[in-house]
């Protein structure tokens, strides 16, 4: 009988992904002078009232609007105070990712609601990505039963078990991106992503 030996492969997932989840980040900021900084609160509640009214109107759920606390901070010239700052973030989510891209990028709309962002930018997420990494350790593991085949049926042996199976950092990057951390990479800034994993597998061949 032949003598049972293992041999250890790498398999790799990768999968393109499409976003299902988007939020805009958005900063609305007020200047105001050094004699009025209460004034100010209400410069920014202001501010606050148009944007929220402007993400109801369009179909943004209550529930999925974060309103952060105010930041106010003083501005200096001539090594003394000569005004306040007031800076208010709101997040808004949904899963209708076209939706909030027209929001955050139709640049008429939010001129006419009078809403002028200091900072602005869009979040991509997967809704499923538990489910999503499952199947990647599948398809990672599978790869790597194919290559340990593949090299045993060369020297005329057989894969007869898994022994043991070895997940790597899931790396979720831009599309083509080469780009791998030891931490892991979850790149939130595209719609379209590419999720990647390695499986380090440990065969029984005879």
Do not use: H
């Not at 003598?3 to 200047?31: C, F, H």
């Not at 501010?47 to 529930?63: A, H, M, P, Q, S």
């Not at 640049?107 to 962002?117: F, K, M, T, Y």
């Amino acid at each position: 009988a032949r003598q049972e030996q293992s041999i250890r492969v790498v398999g790799q997932g990768v999968k393109s992904l499409t976003a299902d989840v988007a939020k805009w980040n958005v900063t609305i900021s007020k200047n105001n002078g050094v004699s009025n900084q209460m004034e100010g609160y209400t410069l920014i509640q202001n501010e606050l009232k148009k944007i929220k009214k402007y993400l109801l109107d369009n179909g943004i759920e209550e529930k999925n609007i974060l309103i952060e606390p105010v930041n106010s901070y003083a501005n200096y010239g001539n090594n003394s105070v000569i005004g306040y700052n007031f800076n208010q973030r709101i997040e808004a989510r949904s899963n209708d990712v076209d939706k909030i891209e027209k929001l955050a990028l139709d640049l008429d709309s939010l001129r006419n609601a009078g809403i002028i962002p200091q900072y602005s930018n869009i979040e991509y997420f997967i809704s499923n990505l538990a489910d999503i990494k499952a199947q990647m350790l599948a398809v990672a593991t599978t790869d790597a039963k194919a290559r340990a085949e593949e090299i045993a049926n060369s020297s005329g042996n057989k894969v007869c078990g898994l022994m043991s199976a070895r997940s790597g950092i899931f790396q979720i990057r831009k599309p083509l991106s080469t780009d791998v951390s030891d931490s892991g990479i979850y790149d939130t800034s595209s719609r379209k992503k590419e999720i990647a994993v390695t499986v380090t597998a440990t065969f029984k061949i005879k």
